[in-house]
């Protein structure tokens, strides 16, 4: 179950002005505090979600990162061992084997 943070409107509870609560995506939000019964909203909170910052995290994860150099040649930042560092778009044979970082 989503886990949903909410803010106090008005007066702070003595829990504290913002509160977590473990809700189906299904029931409604809530509008009074649980415990002091004070008006609250539900407020966005981040996600904890882990994205790759490096181009050494990219390839770990199995991503391929290509950067523009020139018109149809782009460089494979991510290449892997035997791939060339630098992929034409008429040449396939430079293209990034995704054999290797694709598993069924």
Same mark, same amino acid.
């Given at each position: 179950?989503?886990?949903?943070?909410?803010?106090?409107?008005?007066?702070?509870?003595?829990?504290?002005?913002?509160?977590?609560?473990?809700?189906?995506?299904?029931?409604?939000?809530?509008?009074?505090?649980?415990?002091?019964?004070?008006?609250?909203?539900?407020?966005?909170?981040?996600?904890?979600? $882990?994205?790759?910052?490096?181009?050494? @995290?990219? %390839?770990? /994860?199995?991503?391929?990162?290509?950067?523009?150099?020139? +018109?149809?040649?782009?460089? $494979?930042?991510?290449?892997?061992?035997? @791939?060339? %560092?630098? /992929?034409?778009?008429?040449?396939?044979?430079?293209?990034? +084997?995704?054999?290797?970082?694709?598993?069924?």
């Amino acid at each position: 179950m989503p886990v949903y943070e909410y803010e106090h409107v008005g007066e702070s509870c003595p829990l504290g002005n913002v509160f977590e609560v473990m809700q189906s995506i299904h029931e409604e939000s809530l509008n009074l505090c649980p415990h002091c019964g004070e008006p609250v909203r539900k407020i966005l909170s981040k996600t904890n979600i $882990n994205t790759p910052k490096t181009n050494s @995290e990219l %390839k770990d /994860m199995g991503f391929s990162k290509l950067v523009r150099r020139d +018109d149809g040649v782009y460089e $494979n930042v991510t290449a892997r061992d035997g @791939e060339s %560092k630098v /992929m034409h778009r008429d040449r396939p044979e430079t293209y990034p +084997d995704f054999k290797k970082t694709i598993k069924e």
